[in-house]
């Protein structure tokens, strides 16, 4: 069985910062993309960044030039250091990732995080 387990959330002030980690653990043969999502509420969950194996980056629009997504391979972990956060990006942040479990099978899994909670406010 694989999951993933987040920490990093919390409480912060407007223009502050928090790093957000997730670790997968497992079975794991082969982790494909590795991403952070967040929902709002009464908002659907969107995409907040995303990372490839090997190293390729893509972000929401809204994060670009506060948030930075990084991976460790070796490590099997996912990182988001965001920084300058403002009010809007209350949220509850996921973990997500395509993991293979196995060499014998070539399907790979989308596995989500519990969750892990952000309230910027003053």
């Known amino acids: 069985q694989v999951q993933l387990v987040e920490s990093g959330g919390g409480l912060v002030q407007p223009g502050g910062s928090l790093r957000l980690s997730c670790a997968a653990s497992?079975?794991?043969?082969?982790?494909?993309?590795m991403g952070w999502y967040r929902q709002a509420p009464g908002k659907q969950r969107e995409l907040v960044a995303a990372?490839?194996?090997?190293?390729?980056?893509n972000y929401v629009d809204s994060v670009k030039g506060r948030f930075t997504i990084s991976r460790d391979n070796a490590k099997n972990t996912v990182h988001l250091q965001m920084n300058s956060l403002k009010l809007e990006d209350t949220a509850v942040y996921y973990c997500?990732?395509?993991?293979?479990?196995?060499?014998?099978?070539?399907?790979?899994?989308?596995?989500w995080g519990q969750g892990t909670l952000v309230t910027v406010s003053s």
């Open positions: 990372i490839t194996s090997g190293g390729s980056t």
């Open positions: 497992g079975s794991i043969f082969n982790i494909n993309v």
């Open positions: 997500n990732a395509d993991i293979r479990v196995a060499r014998s099978d070539a399907r790979y899994l989308e596995v």
